[in-house]
């Protein structure tokens, strides 16, 4: 048998052999590219510069095979000028985009239509089913084994799971949907959700949606963003109240204390109001969860890791959103390695998810088709509040707040 610490190794080795796999893909990629000699006829070129000219004082030029980049400063505002850039353009088998330059300036990329991903891919809904069911099964054995049942031996006390296994995926199915629903109502190609299951643990690792189409502009990547935390915190939420009716309070120094599997209440700030509200109890308590408060309680917790603005993660894409991409990826750097520090001084079981989001959300995520606009000011204040959410679930009750509610943070 394979010890827990072998484990953990083998998969992190895992994570990484992918990710240096993922990366000699790229380079071999931008290698060809930079490899391929201009194609396009010098007339053509100026014909496009012709048609951007009167939106763009246009200061500098770039040609890679059938992709060309222009540079320079606006003549009118960014949404007025990429609407009419489109127009101009209509006629042509191309893709603008706009992007932030150096300080003022802004760049105008026109794409061959084949490589913004044009066309159309049917969803394989077999796939998707075959997986939710899975994710089903293993989450409600993952639900079961923890309330001490084992289904292989006693499969007809299955419903002994379901309250976890309902509970999470219900969370989880509505931020993915949330993720889904918005992006088809602002015209984006996406997939259906994509459900993990794992035959230990947790039963699941989450579950995810793929875009197949570019965002078009930085409100609809906000609003793909935000809608899935927050639609997976409309049932989080009551699960965790729900469930915290269920749940044993352990009181602070009880021999007991030490045997419970639980949370400690004045661990987060969030957890720690709906403990007060639901059960009156004090944040020196510990709470042994019921199923469904603890699928509740991990849904905030993957609320939160969601929104770490972070590369890919929903908490990058709002960043960016709100403050552009340079200083999104600048956040985004900062972001990862305080997750890192947190993994290692804080949580130490934070560390598996630590390089995940570091394989696989990066620091920097995909621009949109109009990505200089900003918001209006309703999304950058929805925006600060996601992240005044985030800071509510991941921060222990703070020591000048336990005084005046009766609240306790664990680590003082």
């Not at 893909?25 to 000219?53: F, I, S």
């Not at 045997?259 to 007060?276: M, P």
């Not at 992240?387 to 005084?403: S, T």
Request: hydrophobic share 55%; net charge neutral.
């Amino acid at each position: 048998m394979i010890n827990g610490l072998a484990f953990w190794l083998i998969l992190v080795a895992l994570f990484v052999f992918a990710y240096l796999m993922g990366m000699r893909k790229a380079a071999a990629r931008l290698a060809a590219a930079r490899a391929v000699p201009p194609v396009l006829p010098t007339e053509e070129v100026a014909a496009m510069e012709a048609k951007l000219e009167p939106y763009l004082f246009i200061t500098g030029r770039k040609i890679a095979g059938e992709m060309f980049q222009f540079e320079g400063r606006l003549k009118c505002e960014p949404d007025e000028a990429y609407r009419q850039i489109r127009e101009a353009l209509a006629g042509e088998p191309v893709t603008p985009m706009l992007l932030e330059g150096n300080e003022h300036d802004v760049r105008v990329m026109v794409l061959p239509g084949e490589l913004a991903g044009q066309g159309v891919e049917k969803p394989k809904w077999a796939v998707h089913w075959l997986l939710f069911a899975a994710t089903m099964a293993t989450t409600t054995w993952a639900g079961a084994l923890d309330a001490g049942v084992n289904l292989l031996q006693q499969p007809g006390k299955f419903a002994v799971g379901l309250p976890y296994s309902l509970g999470l995926l219900l969370i989880l199915g509505a931020h993915e949907l949330g993720h889904y629903f918005t992006a088809k109502a602002h015209g984006i190609r996406v997939t259906p959700p994509f459900f993990i299951p794992v035959p230990f643990a947790l039963g699941t690792f989450g579950a995810f949606i793929k875009i197949k189409s570019f965002t078009p502009n930085r409100q609809a990547l906000f609003d793909v963003a935000v809608a899935g935390p927050l639609a997976g915190l409309v049932f989080a939420i009551p699960a965790l109240l729900i469930g915290l009716h269920y749940s044993q309070v352990i009181p602070n120094g009880s021999p007991d204390m030490l045997d419970s599997n639980g949370v400690q209440i004045g661990s987060s700030v969030l957890l720690a109001c709906l403990a007060k509200i639901s059960l009156g109890a004090s944040a020196y308590d510990h709470l042994s969860l019921h199923p469904l408060a603890f699928a509740g309680w991990l849904g905030l917790i993957v609320t939160a890791l969601n929104l770490a603005p972070i590369g890919q993660l929903d908490g990058g894409h709002i960043s960016h959103a709100l403050f552009g991409s340079r200083q999104a990826q600048k956040i985004s750097m900062v972001a990862m390695a305080l997750l890192f520090l947190l993994a290692m001084f804080v949580w130490p079981g934070m560390i598996l998810w630590a390089f995940i989001v570091f394989f696989i959300a990066g620091t920097r995520d995909t621009p949109a088709a109009n990505d200089v606009s900003p918001l209006d000011p309703g999304r950058k204040l929805l925006g600060y509040f996601t992240f005044f959410l985030l800071l509510l679930i991941i921060m222990p009750v703070p020591r000048v707040l336990f005084e005046k509610i009766g609240l306790h943070s664990p680590y003082l």
